[in-house]
Nanobody
Framework: QVQLVESGGGLVQAGGSLRLSCVVS????????MAWYRQAPGKQRELVAA???????NYADSVKGRFTISRDNAKNTVFLQMNSLKLEDTAVYYC???????????????WGQGTQVTVSS
């Protein structure tokens, strides 16, 4: 079994910063890509940022220059540093990881439970 546990969400004023963390645990053989998605009320879930096992990153245009994704492979953890937050960043943020479990023939995507980020004016 694989679990993803997010932390770091909360309420912040526009222009402020938050740092999200997501720890992956369980019977893990390897973790490929790790990513953060978000879903605002009434909207579809969208990719915010992703990082490959080799450290290559990509970002949604809306967060480029403000958000930074990083990972600690030794701790099976992915981070999202969010700076210069805007009202439109308000959403539930979900951690995603492509994990190969021990004895599994291939990897599969897993999701965290989500953490609320609310940006106020």
């Amino acid at each position: 079994q694989v679990q993803l546990v997010e932390s770091g969400g909360g309420l912040v004023q526009a222009g402020g910063s938050l740092r999200l963390s997501c720890v992956v645990s369980g019977s893990i053989l390897s973790i490929n890509s790790m990513a953060w998605y978000r879903q605002a009320p009434g909207k579809q879930r969208e990719l915010v940022a992703a990082v490959s096992s080799g450290g290559i990153t990509n970002y949604a245009d809306s967060v480029k220059g403000r958000f930074t994704i990083s990972r600690d492979n030794a701790k099976n953890t992915v981070f999202l540093q969010m700076n210069s937050l805007k009202l439109e960043d308000t959403a539930v943020y979900y951690c995603n990881a492509d994990v190969r479990r021990v004895w599994a023939p291939k990897s599969s995507p897993y999701w965290g439970q989500g953490t609320q980020v609310t940006v106020s004016s």
